[in-house]
């Protein structure tokens, strides 16, 4: 059912999206984990060549190996056109973003008539502050995320999938891999379980099925593999070993402990609106005695592992639901449609004008006013002239006692580039009766900067 021609309400819905999307542009600063990627897609803007010489470098003691650099690969050709400063930086992932939400778009309304599932998916994920969040600087999940979906979708939106899709689905899941590497595991037990599901359905050659999905996985990762066994003497996958599977499955907390349910808690705090939509929903449809549908159980499934995955290796972070949000986005935004009053319905097209008037005067608000929010990582980014200034280009010291120091660390190193930032264990050997810059703590939303000769 289409209230008014469908092309005015999709393309009030993308404007509404670009503008909750880029509303705080201006306002949301690079920190932490996202101050780190930046980095690295600044570093090889500026110096290309030094990826045929070692890998990425995120301190002077090591190179970064948490995770493959397929986001870096992808994100610095966009920003090398937009500039590596703080907006151009994230224009990376507002594509990622966007993209995201044509797929949520499209998937929602492949069986229906109406344009309305689609929408309101869109906006069920779009609404969602965490998965925001991961819009608002350069992050890992949301690329991996699309990659997968863009997988599962290849081997859904037809009734019975070509062959060949099953090569391409496992090539984008193994470019997932290689986005953000082992956590995307779960993605890939669920995907293999999806398989086997279409092969018997669909009575297809098992061997051959298989054989094109692990060829198309396997494609992007051997690549990889002997990109660093090429150029860096395989100094990346011997250092990733021994971080993900030593350091992370093996180490001292998940030894005394099998599971730790942290991540269900953040999960069911986090999402615990959209949880019921989707309860609600599955429990009408099997009372109707219809399909659940393969993506209602990829996403289950998906969901299972997920939660199996980080609740064993003792993580609770909020970026690792990333994949849950987009996924079950999709499944609410059909039940919100299919299953709401009749009544409700018909005032869609009236809550949309209003939506759009409400977020455009969000996004001006925005736009147009200074951002002075009272946070640490405002207060780094607002030292940045101070720091800029050649007689203050001076080595800077953390302290120990600072506030989240290795995300203080971080963040000072993307906002204060013409200073090199030290801890104290690096600067009592390097720096030692030197004139520095010292932090010590302050609050919460702020510390001392002080210059003295450093006497350890």
Partial sequence: MN????????????????????AQTLWSTIHGDGSVYAWMIREICNNPSSLLIHPLAWTRAGYFIDHPYFFFYFAAPISKIFGTGDVGIKIPNYIVGFLSLWMVYKIANQSKSAIWPGLLAGYVLISNPL?????????????AQLLSLVSIYLLLNDEKPEALKF???????????????????????????????LIKKHKMNPFKILSLGLVGLALPILAWFFYDRL?????????????????????????????????????????FV?????????????????????????????????ITAFSVIKKDSSQ?????????????????YEFVPAVSKKILSISHYVVAIAVFIMWGWFMTHENNKPDLWTFIKNQTEFFSQPENQLPVVLAD??????????????YWRNNKIYFSNEAKSLLSSQTVFLITKKDNNSFNIERTVYRP
């Fill in 401 to 414: 006692d600072v506030d989240d120091i290795t995300g203080v660390y971080f963040t000072a190193q993307w």
């Fill in 3 to 22: 209230l008014i021609p469908k092309s005015h309400h999709t393309y009030v819905a993308a404007a509404v999206f670009f503008m909750i999307v880029t």
């Fill in 320 to 336: 690792h639901l990333t994949g849950i949000f987009l996924f079950s986005s999709i499944l609410a935004g059909q039940y919100l």
């Fill in 131 to 143: 998965y925001e969040l991961m819009l608002k600087q350069p992050t890992l999940d949301p690329l």
């Fill in 231 to 271: 150029f860096w003497n395989q100094t990346w996958f011997n250092s990733y070993f021994d971080r993900q599977i030593k350091d992370r499955f093996f180490n001292a907390e998940n030894t005394h402990t099998v599971i730790n349910l942290n991540y269900i808690k953040n999960l069911v705090s986090k999402y």
């Fill in 274 to 306: 959209q949880m019921g939509i989707i309860i609600w929903g599955s429990i009408k449809l099997v009372k109707q005695g219809r399909s659940l549908g393969l993506f209602w159980w990829y996403t289950v499934i998906y969901t299972v592992f997920n």
């Fill in 167 to 197: 090569f391409y689905s496992g090539l984008l899941m193994g470019l997932a891999f290689l986005t953000k590497g082992l956590e995307l595991l779960p993605h890939l037990g669920a995907l293999f379980i999806l398989v086997c599901v």
